[in-house]
Nanobody
Framework: QVQLVESGGGLVQPGDSLRLSCAAS????????MGWFRQAPGKEREFVAF????????YYADSVKGRFTISRDSAKNTVYLRMNSLKPEDTARYYC?????????????????WGQGTQVTVSS
């Protein structure tokens, strides 16, 4: 297991940008592929982005493709989610998660470690 703490959320206007951070402790994230998920009120938690253990592969939900970028900094043991051109429908609590799977995964069940989340609200 690895402990994950998200930060960087907030209240922004449509079209603004945010960068979320996910700081890991307990183990190095070099041993894990990482993902971001989000959950809006009354909805199920959904996949947002995935990055492989070495950063060589990224995968995105169609709803965020071209606007969001996932990245990782092993030296800082941190994963990031850069979110541009934010829309009201991006409003949700965003969660970072870690998996030992080597291939791309969008399934919540594949991720064994989760953070507590950070709230992103996009509203004018």
């Amino acid at each position: 297991q690895v402990q994950l703490v998200e930060s960087g959320g907030g209240l922004v206007q449509p079209g603004d940008s945010l960068r979320l951070s996910c700081a890991a402790s307990g183990r190095t994230i070099s041993n894990f592929a990482m993902g971001w998920f989000r959950q809006a009120p009354g909805k199920e938690r959904e996949f947002v982005a995935f990055i492989s253990w070495n950063g060589g592969s990224m995968y995105y939900a169609d709803s965020v493709k071209g606007r969001f970028t996932i990245s990782r900094d092993s030296a800082k043991n941190t994963v990031y989610l850069r979110m541009n051109s934010l829309k009201p429908e991006d409003t949700a609590r965003y969660y970072c998660a870690a998996t030992t799977k080597l291939s791309v995964s969008t399934r919540r069940a594949d991720f064994g470690s989760w953070g507590q989340g950070t709230q992103v609200t996009v509203s004018s």
